[in-house]
């Protein structure tokens, strides 16, 4: 069995259209989705944003788990200018497979293998991408793979961090971080978003063009995923 995390639903819904035989599977309070790709057994969990959400429900999820890979899917920030919108990486910091064999099995897909860093909120200005990327030698930052990785090495299980590229220096967020998604409460208040852009109309351009990435990097992050079951599965175990 290969379990795959994203932090939300906005990560992995064109993923699970690629994903047959759907179920939902309740382990220790956590539901996660089953299914298979290309017949290959697959459970996918939403681990929320940030750390607490994150610990508390991938340490549920995979007590008493037997999994042969999870891998820990999703968007990240480039923090400089190396690392574009679309772009895909490997985290060579946390990822504990080969990275090599894992991109010979993708080899008409560029991947770049680079350090990334787990931060606490979401990172807004250039200026705090410079600093961050000066201070740890990060090229990306996400909110969740940091602790993924050390349930991961509790349980045992070998760990693939994946992630596409969602905003860059040059391209950033349309909008305030604290507009676009409460960590607190897990999900954006439309409201206060719709009266952002009513107060800032100029940017409601930036907030399309930021939308329509996304749904790029949604697409190019399950091509991948398919990819990668595919071509690695059969070193793992059939045995769910």
């Known amino acids: 069995m290969i379990a795959i995390t994203f932090a939300l639903p ?12 759907k179920s939902q ?3 220790n309070g956590i539901v996660a989705i089953r299914g298979t790709v290309d017949g290959r057994p697959v459970e996918v969990l939403h681990t929320g944003v940030g750390e607490k959400i994150c610990r508390e429900r991938i340490g549920k999820f995979l007590e008493d788990a037997q999994f042969d890979i999870l891998i ?26 080969d990275l090599k064999h894992a991109q010979s099995s993708v080899s008409n897909v560029s991947v ?13 200005s250039s200026e705090e991408r410079e600093r961050l990327s000066s201070e740890s030698g990060a090229s990306a930052v996400d909110m969740e793979t940091e602790f993924i990785a050390r349930a991961c090495a509790a349980h045992g299980i070998p760990l693939l961090a994946l992630r596409v ?30 009266k952002f852009f009513l107060v800032n109309p100029k940017r409601l351009a930036s907030l399309i063009r930021f939308a329509s990435r996304i749904g790029c990097a ?8 398919v990819q990668i079951v595919r071509n690695l599965y059969p070193k793992a175990s059939t045995t769910p």
């Not at 906005?10 to 035989?21: Q, Y």
Request: proline share 5%.
């Open 10 to 21: 906005a990560e992995s819904s064109e993923f699970l259209k690629r994903v047959s035989n």
């Open 25 to 27: 599977s309740a382990r």
């Open 72 to 97: 820990s899917a999703g968007f990240a920030g480039a923090l400089s200018d190396r690392l574009q919108i679309n772009d895909l990486l490997f985290a060579q910091n946390f990822s504990t497979v």
């Open 112 to 124: 770049h293998s680079v350090n990334m860093l787990t931060v606490p909120a979401l990172i807004d």
């Open 165 to 194: 590229i969602t905003d860059t220096p040059t391209q950033p967020f349309p909008a305030s971080p604290s507009v676009l998604f409460d960590v607190e409460q897990q999900r954006t208040h439309m409201t206060a978003l719709s």
């Open 218 to 225: 949604r697409t190019t992050l399950a091509n991948m995923l």
